[in-house]
Structures are given as structure tokens and as C-alpha cells.
């Protein structure tokens, strides 16, 4: 038997789901306390034939790391699902916090057109601090809290990698 | 008869699908096709559709697929007998056709002074005005000055269109609500204007208020022939761009449909205008219509028209440029509906955040009546310099409802993997009952924006909890085996005996 943790809605919420092999292809599933015997088939890349107990489903998977984008018909369903071990990890390191420091990172590969605040500014949430152009598009980035601007990592006219840190409010 | 000029080898002066949907036609036509590309794009489809490429520059559009001289020069350079531009980049621009001509190279398109007279938005707007087509109020020039600009903004009154004198397909076009924010967006369309199209001269026109967006297709030759082919409503549109399109529109009959069609022949006649075009009118709710812009190119959604005609109209395009007479109007025969949608890589819940990034996985839909129009495939990484435009999936039936239920049901069997794209929201789009009722105007996504974002259906989540859950499980599983032959590798053991260990380590399971 190996148990899960699934966080939903962002880490809103959280689900435990065991799963135990029974045979060929079939599991034993435990989900809200109910048992369920689930006949999964591997397809090609990414999909899932899933009979629950008698009603077939096809899910398709998209995987980031840990977390998953589960599509079936036309709901998208995203999630992250965590081993005992990852969950423990995970709490220790405190990444459930939103008070303190809060870096704001390019959500995609681009550049830089604008700086709209200097270090030092006082923002408020929501606020417009950067705006970077991908796909020429420009995305107006915003201040994830009410606070000041501790750290500016970016000029106008810089190329960002994703995930880059632009800067830092606190 | 004109005398007729021969095309063997078309040089395609674009990317990403439209590169890809003219090379087909080539192909089927016997032409041999050129694709260029920049350094971001060797990788991409249209590079492996053709039979030669040409390198033209850094990845940035203004250093590569921009710069006319270089499109020339691998024109000459591969002796290319005609340009196809495809739409955006140089499609629209007059001195890519005129270059063209003095190298002695046709250019799939019209000819330089039809362009030049639709170019200029406000030009065109002033011409159309005088040919008696009515138009939409707004600035007759474009605007240097922001200062001057927000005054002319205050006095036509609020909402306001800002638009790029040189503009189309949504970029350097922002909506302006209040005075207050006048100069942010102005300063904006100016940077996106001069990026997409390397003129950033803006202009206004009053918002109408609940328009629907109805465009004409309309074909002329060199002797004098000119058919439209109906229209295509696209009204569905985010960020000014259009998303889903259909034709027929709900609210064009037969009668309206003539009255349109009359009126954009008449205004592609008085440009002396030759090939593909389409003149874009605002709708309001009586029914009375303006002329918002004539595209002097190939429009996006003109797979649209293809299906409910059965025509190609790359084909057709090709055969105006080698001087041959295009069919009449009578001829001209529409049937069924088709309604297009447009998969993008953003994110519709953030905004339509553009998800540029490696597709890890790809599965295209099939079945009755669909279309999949795409310019990637599995594997590729989408490349952030560019329109985020991934496939156009289109849909063909005999009524509406039955169109309406294909497409979703092809949505439905679309699988892309790796990046994130809107195939969620268009279903969410088609199966909304305004877009259903055929009833909705360009402020439709606006106005259902919270609806159109439907929250991950709590009907499937127990079943997405199982699949994850069953993944990570076999996953981990899979894991293990792999350690375990490798951890017993050389030992002498037996693999299988290690194995069983493993195994039972994990839990007792067999």
C-alpha cells in the first residue's frame, strides 16, 4: 500500500489516496473512504485508460515535476500529488507561508519593456511593476501584496529567462 | 488575355501555420516552395514542408522576417518566381511588392498602390467615405502627439479605440476606458505597433458599443472581375484579437449578405484592387453596418470560407498572380456552416498569459468534417518571439447546432502537452449558451469572462485523484525496478530474486 497526499486549489485543499496493486493492471484504490477497483491501462505517452469500477474514463496527463494537469473530457483538473516523504520535506521547508518577502518572477521567457517601480517604492497589490513582452504580447506584472520594493533585479530592455526573479516586495 | 505568367517556385515570406497551409497547396499544385527563417525558427514545421529554406536573420521579427531586402535577396538568391507573404509581417506592406517587381518577381497579392490606398488605416478610411461606404467616427489622420491625442480622445468621448495607422490583427490596438489612462495605453500601442509592423504612427475611432465584427472576403483578377464570398462573423475576440469564427453569421440573411457583399466589392473596386481581400465591418445592434479596414492579404480565418465554398483560396490566389480569370459570382456557392477556433499557447486563466515552451506531447484531432490547420508538432519548443497562434481547428456541417457540437467534440480529442493552451476556454466559448443562441457581440468574452473560465469540474475530480494517484504509483514502481536490475548488475544474483525484495520491502504487494 503507498499513500498520497493530492493539494488542490493551489494547496487550498488537500486529499489522502492509497493505492494498492491487486493484480495485472489493477489497483485498489482508497479516496474519501470509499474503495474503489480501478483497471488502469497505460497508452501511448501521457494517457491513462482508466475503468472505475465499471465506467471508463481516458486521462490525460500533462506532468510539471510533481505536478500534474489531469484532462478528462473537457475539465482540466490541476493538481500536485506528494508521497509521504515529499509532503514531510515540503512542510519542513515552510513553502505554505504568504506574509514576509514575496519575489515576483517572469511567468515566461521575454523581455523587459518596462520598470514601473524603483527600490524602495511603497506598492500596493495588484499594482503594475514590470512589464515584459513575449509573443508580442505585452503581460503587465503586479505586486502580489501591499508593501515596499526591497529588490530590483531587471532594466528595461533585458532579456528574462521564465521563472526569472524581477523583484522582491516585502 | 493577359499574357500569363509562369509560377514553379513560390518563396513563402512567413512562419508558424500559414507558412505551413501555403506550402500545401503548392505542393498539391506542383510548386516548388522556399521557406525562410530566423535563428529561433530552424526547428519549426514550415522549414520542413519546403523544398529549400533560407536563413534570414537573428530571432527578433524586425531583424528577420521584417526586413524586406533580405526576403528579396533569398528570393533571388533561390530564383523564386513569386513571393506568397502570407498574413502579418510584410503581407500589408507595398514596398515588399514594389521591390519585388523591380527584381522581376511576382507577389501573391495585390499590387503596391491598392495597398498603399488600405495601408494607412485613416487613408483608407477617408476613401471609402468618399466612395460612399459609411465608416466608423474617429480621427481622419493619424496622431503625432499624446497630448493632442488624449484631447481628440476626450472630445469624441469615452471608450476609444487606439489603433495602429498601419495596423491589423490586434496588435497596437488598446481600448481606452478613462482619461486617466490614456497615456499608458497610447505609449503601449505605439511599442506594439512598432514592433509588429516598424511604424508606430496611432489614430482613434469612437468605441461602438456591443458591435458585432462581420467581414467580407472578397476576390478580384486583372480583368476586371470581382465576387465576394460571403461573410464571416468574428466577434468572439480577446485582447482585440478574434478567437472563433463562423460563417454563415447569425444575423446576415440573404438580403443583408447582398447588401454587404455589394458594398465591399465596391470598395476593393475603387482601390483597383487584385487578389485576396477582406473588408471588416462593425455591426450594431440594428443592423446597420460601417467599414472598419480593408486586410489586403490572406485573413487567418479563411479556412472559414474555404469549407463552406469548397474553394482554396491560396490557389485561387496563386492563379490571379499568373494572370488567370477567377469564377463568377454566380458560381460562387455556399453550403453548410463552419465555424473555425483558434489554439493558442496562453493561459486563458491568467489573463491569456502567452505559455511559449517545449510541446512534449501531441495528439491532432480527426473524424467527419474537421480541419486541424497547425504549424507545430511534438517535440518542438514554441518560441517566445513570436504570435502564440499554434493550430486553427475547423469545423464543417450542415446546420449550426451540428458544427457547434463537431468542433467541440474535435477540441475534445485535442492533446497538447508541455505548454499551456486555451483548448478548455474555446469549448467553454462554444457550449456557452449567448455564443449557442447565436447572440453575442465583441464584448462577449468580456462580459462571460468568469463563466468562460469554468472551475475544474468537481465532477471529475475523483477520478483525477485516481488517475495521478495511479501514475505516481506505477511511476515510483517503475522507478524501483530499474534500481533494483541495476543495483544487481555484476553481482551474480539473480535480478528477478533482488527484485522480489524490492518489492516486498514496498509493502507486500506482489
Not at chain 2, 462554444?430 to 464584448?443: K, Q, V
Request: glycine share 8%; with cysteine.
Amino acid at each position: 500500500m503507498s499513500a498520497y497526499v493530492a493539494l488542490l486549489d493551489d494547496g487550498k485543499r488537500e486529499e489522502a489516496i492509497a493505492v494498492r496493486a491487486i493484480g495485472p493492471g489493477l489497483y485498489e484504490v482508497r479516496l474519501r473512504g470509499k474503495v474503489h477497483v480501478v483497471d488502469a491501462f497505460r497508452h501511448d505517452y501521457g494517457t491513462l485508460s482508466l475503468i472505475v469500477d465499471t465506467s471508463s474514463y481516458s486521462a490525460m496527463l500533462d506532468w510539471r515535476g510533481t505536478r500534474v494537469n489531469v484532462r478528462l473530457r473537457h475539465a482540466i483538473i490541476p493538481l500536485e500529488i506528494l508521497d509521504e516523504k515529499k509532503l514531510r520535506m515540503r512542510r519542513a521547508a515552510g513553502k505554505f507561508t504568504v506574509a514576509g518577502k514575496q519575489t515576483l518572477t517572469s511567468p515566461m521567457p521575454g523581455k523587459v519593456v518596462r520598470v514601473l517601480c524603483r527600490v524602495g517604492d511603497a506598492v500596493k497589490a495588484g499594482q503594475p511593476l514590470v512589464v515584459v513582452e513575449a509573443m508580442k504580447m505585452e503581460n503587465e506584472l503586479k505586486s502580489p501584496k501591499d508593501g515596499r520594493v526591497v529588490e530590483l533585479h531587471v532594466k528595461e530592455g533585458q532579456a528574462v529567462e521564465g521563472n526569472a526573479k524581477l523583484c522582491a516586495i516585502d | 488575355m493577359s499574357p500569363k505568367r509562369t509560377i514553379e517556385k513560390v518563396l513563402v515570406a512567413n512562419r508558424g501555420e500559414i507558412a505551413v497551409r501555403v506550402m500545401r497547396t503548392c505542393a498539391e499544385m506542383g510548386i516548388r516552395t522556399v521557406a525562410v527563417y530566423s535563428e529561433a525558427d530552424r526547428g519549426s514545421l514550415h522549414v520542413r514542408k519546403a523544398d529549400e529554406a533560407v536563413h534570414v536573420g537573428p530571432a527578433p521579427s524586425r531583424d528577420s522576417y521584417l526586413v524586406v531586402e533580405k526576403i528579396v535577396d533569398a528570393a533571388k538568391k533561390t530564383g523564386a518566381d513569386a513571393v506568397h507573404p502570407g498574413y502579418g509581417f510584410l503581407a500589408e506592406r507595398a514596398d515588399l511588392a514594389r521591390a519585388l517587381d523591380r527584381a522581376g518577381i511576382a507577389f501573391i497579392g495585390p499590387r503596391p498602390d491598392s495597398m498603399d490606398a488600405m495601408a494607412v488605416k485613416t487613408t483608407a478610411r477617408a476613401r471609402m467615405a468618399a466612395a460612399g461606404v459609411p465608416t466608423v467616427p474617429g480621427s481622419s489622420a493619424p496622431i503625432a502627439e499624446e497630448a493632442e491625442a488624449r484631447a481628440f480622445a476626450d472630445e469624441l468621448g469615452y471608450p476609444v479605440m487606439i489603433k495602429a495607422a498601419a495596423g491589423g490583427g490586434g496588435k497596437g490596438m488598446k481600448r481606452c476606458d478613462r482619461s486617466e489612462e490614456f497615456p499608458a495605453l497610447w505609449q503601449s500601442a505605439g511599442r506594439e505597433a512598432a514592433g509588429a509592423f516598424g511604424d508606430d504612427r496611432l489614430y482613434l475611432e469612437k468605441f461602438l458599443e456591443q458591435p458585432r465584427h462581420v467581414e467580407v472576403q472578397v476576390f478580384a483578377d486583372e480583368h476586371g472581375r470581382c465576387v465576394h464570398l460571403g461573410e464571416r462573423e468574428c466577434s468572439v475576440q480577446r485582447r482585440q484579437q478574434k478567437v472563433i469564427e463562423e460563417s454563415p453569421s447569425a444575423i446576415v440573411d440573404e438580403q443583408l449578405r447582398e447588401t454587404m457583399g455589394a458594398v465591399a466589392v465596391r470598395a476593393a473596386q475603387a482601390v483597383g484592387y487584385v487578389g485576396a481581400g477582406t473588408v471588416e465591418f462593425l455591426v450594431d445592434a440594428q443592423r446597420s453596418f460601417y467599414f472598419l479596414e480593408m486586410n489586403t492579404r490572406l485573413q487567418v480565418e479563411h479556412p472559414v470560407t474555404e469549407m463552406i465554398t469548397g474553394l482554396d483560396l491560396v490557389r485561387m490566389q496563386i492563379e490571379v498572380a499568373r494572370g488567370e480569370p477567377i469564377l463568377a459570382q454566380e458560381q460562387v456557392v455556399r453550403r453548410g456552416h463552419a465555424i473555425e477556433a483558434r489554439v493558442y499557447a496562453e493561459d486563458p486563466a491568467r489573463r491569456f498569459m502567452p505559455s511559449p515552451g517545449k510541446i512534449t506531447y501531441l495528439r491532432v484531432p480527426g473524424g467527419p468534417g474537421v480541419r486541424d490547420d497547425s504549424g507545430v508538432y511534438g517535440g518542438w519548443v514554441v518560441p517566445q518571439y513570436y504570435d502564440p497562434l499554434i493550430s486553427k481547428l475547423v469545423a464543417w456541417a450542415p446546420t449550426r447546432d451540428q458544427a457547434i457540437h463537431r468542433l467541440v467534440r474535435a477540441l475534445g480529442e485535442y492533446t497538447v502537452h508541455g505548454i499551456t493552451v486555451n483548448l478548455a476556454w474555446l469549448a467553454a466559448v462554444l457550449e456557452h449558451p449567448a455564443f449557442r443562441s447565436g447572440d453575442y457581440d465583441t464584448g462577449f468574452c468580456e462580459r462571460y469572462e468568469k463563466e468562460l473560465l469554468r472551475p475544474p469540474g468537481a465532477r471529475y475530480e475523483d477520478v483525477a485523484l485516481i488517475a495521478a494517484a495511479i501514475a505516481a504509483f506505477t511511476r515510483e514502481r517503475d522507478d524501483a525496478e530499474a534500481f533494483a536490475a541495476r543495483a544487481g548488475e555484476g553481482t551474480g544474483r539473480s535480478n528477478w530474486a533482488r527484485l522480489a525484495r524490492v518489492r516486498g520491502l514496498r509493502g507486500g504487494e506482489r
